[in-house]
């Protein structure tokens, strides 16, 4: 039987649900899971990746013999039960560091929790470290003069991506099982397809997203205080979400991550007959828009080719799709606008007095957000609020639209991805993501195609708002049929 290019990219390495099966019923102990985890961190390869800021092994030892002890006792554990989790160093830990990679915040230690990332150690996931990514988190590559380079442990010629690409190289690696980082602007999705895993971005207001670092005012969770997000930009689209090695993995995320009496799910489409089961191959038809996102930039013609080729395979499976190369097309200039004027002022309060150790670059980027007036933002946010409802608009009258995440594979070490004999680099790769973004709904990233150049291509399905388990569903559905 012909297996999906997820299941081939992570054959060999067990998936979270896997993992917590095996765990729950005497299998495996979580002892022994958590020092292969340590074997493979502690690996040449682990090394090389270096995919973590902070590790924390000896305190995941106490806990995964504690888990042990109450699997022994005949005690009901958790649906994530000894499952390896690492966290992005931007979200607050209590007991860890909390330092953006940036040396500015080296010595930060947080006293809270973000709430996502408590229920999962609620759910007997255990914490092994937190991950690098760019300082502040700004950049589709991973670097920080405090983490130094993250590798990409699959692929050593590319990127593994920003700005979650520590969590992607840990998955990667084999090291976590499931990762926890944050999206802006593709710092989910990217990474994700340059080593070859899924993502999910869960829409606005579909998960607790306080204990994102710096937050209001600049706080870093180290006050007691977990840290609210602010006001702006930055504070209304930046998401938490889950990276992992499978689809199944990213469901049990969300739904322990979202827990029941936050926003409940909304339901999809009535118009495509949709019941409430899980979508498979042939049991109901689906209407689909998919584009290659010409509009966000320029695009390889081989993924043209894997979006022709997806949409091919879908029709032949009974939905319906279309090709719409206007779709989400106002999304990414609004999206763009707003992110230059709208002042940074979380990041401009936490850095007070704090600038001579912030990367020059980052700095001038903060301090840029100030220069327009208060008519230009008050315009940008209305042109950017225009954009969204539209795009949601278009959304609500299909399943999904189907899109790829950049106009080609994983950029090189360097950050720059040749596109049909052009050099694209920066956040002109990440257009796909941005736009995507401004629309605040859900959207899962898969690998479907592998470029000419031996790299993972992934898909973004995008949905309605309040369809994260829809989105799911059609991930599923998109795994078993395009092998």
């Known amino acids: 039987m012909s297996t999906s290019l997820l299941r081939r990219l992570n054959f060999g390495l067990d998936d979270a649900t896997g993992i917590a099966g095996k765990v729950r019923t005497g299998r495996r102990s979580a002892v022994d899971v958590l020092a292969q985890a340590r074997a493979r961190a502690e690996s040449a390869a682990g090394k090389t990746a270096n995919a973590f800021i902070t590790e924390d092994w000896d305190r995941a030892a106490e806990a995964a013999a504690a888990l042990d002890k109450r699997g022994a006792a005949r005690?009901?554990?958790?649906?994530?039960?000894?499952?390896?989790?690492?966290?992005?160093?931007?979200?607050?830990?209590?007991?860890?560091?909390?330092?953006?990679?940036s040396l500015a915040f080296a010595d930060r230690i947080a006293t809270t929790t973000a709430p996502a990332v408590q229920r999962?150690?609620?759910?007997?996931?255990?914490?092994?470290?937190?991950?690098?990514?760019?300082?502040?988190?700004?950049?589709?590559?991973?670097?920080?003069?405090?983490?130094?380079?993250?590798?990409?442990?699959?692929?050593?010629?590319?990127?593994?991506?920003?700005?979650?690409?520590?969590?992607?190289?840990?998955?990667?690696?084999?090291?976590?099982?499931?990762?926890?980082?944050?999206?802006?602007?593709?710092?989910?999705?990217?990474?994700?397809?340059?080593?070859?895993?899924?993502?999910l971005r869960p829409g606005l207001g579909s998960l607790p997203v306080e204990g994102q670092v710096p937050g209001a005012d600049g706080s870093f969770g180290d006050?007691?205080?977990?840290?609210?997000?602010?006001?702006g930009v930055q504070g209304t689209f930046q998401t938490i979400g889950p990276m992992a090695r499978s689809v199944r993995d990213l469901r049990t995320a969300f739904q322990i991550m979202r827990d029941q009496s936050d926003t409940p799910t909304a339901e999809p489409p009535q118009s495509v007959g949709y019941d409430g089961a899980r979508a498979r191959p042939g049991n109901r038809p689906m209407r689909l828009l998919w584009t290659d996102g010409s509009r966000f930039g320029r695009v390889r013609r081989e993924v043209r080719v894997m979006m022709e080729q997806v949409a091919a395979k879908l029709l032949a499976d009974g939905s319906a799709i279309r090709e719409e190369p206007e779709a989400l097309s106002g999304c990414l200039p609004a999206y763009d606008r707003l992110r230059a004027?709208?002042?940074?002022?979380?990041?401009?309060?936490?850095?007070?007095?704090?600038?001579h150790r912030i990367c020059p670059s980052n700095l001038h980027a903060v301090r840029s957000t100030f220069l327009s007036s208060p008519a230009e933002v008050r315009h940008a946010w209305r042109a950017a609020e225009a954009a969204r409802r539209a795009a949601?608009?278009?959304?609500?009258?299909?399943?999904?639209?189907?899109?790829?995440?950049?106009?080609?594979?994983?950029?090189?070490?360097?950050?720059?991805?040749?596109?049909?004999?052009?050099?694209?680099?920066?956040?002109?790769i990440m257009g796909h993501c941005r736009a995507v973004t401004l629309t605040g709904c859900p959207v899962v990233?898969?690998?479907?195609?592998?470029?000419?150049?031996?790299?993972?291509?992934?898909?973004?399905?995008?949905?309605?708002p309040g369809l994260e388990l829809h989105a799911l569903d059609i991930a599923e559905q998109l795994e078993l049929l395009l092998v």
């Open 223 to 231: 006050d007691g205080i977990i840290p609210a997000t602010g006001s």
């Open 392 to 428: 949601q608009e278009e959304l609500a009258a299909v399943d999904a639209l189907i899109l790829p995440v950049a106009g080609g594979p994983a950029a090189d070490t360097d950050g720059l991805l040749d596109v049909d004999g052009t050099s694209a680099q920066g956040w002109e």
């Open 120 to 199: 999962l150690l609620d759910a007997d996931a255990i914490l092994i470290g937190k991950t690098n990514c760019p300082e502040f988190a700004f950049g589709p590559s991973c670097d920080s003069h405090l983490g130094g380079r993250t590798t990409n442990p699959r692929f050593p010629s590319a990127t593994p991506g920003g700005s979650s690409g520590g969590e992607a190289a840990s998955l990667a690696a084999g090291i976590s099982a499931l990762g926890i980082g944050s999206d802006y602007g593709g710092s989910l999705r990217w990474p994700a397809q340059c080593v070859g895993i899924a993502a």
């Open 445 to 464: 990233s898969i690998p479907v195609a592998m470029s000419s150049d031996g790299l993972p291509l992934s898909i973004q399905i995008v949905t309605g």
């Open 75 to 101: 005690e009901e554990l958790g649906p994530l039960a000894g499952v390896p989790l690492s966290v992005k160093d931007v979200i607050a830990v209590a007991g860890l560091p909390v330092t953006a990679a």
């Open 341 to 355: 004027v709208d002042p940074m002022q979380e990041h401009a309060a936490a850095i007070r007095g704090r600038e």
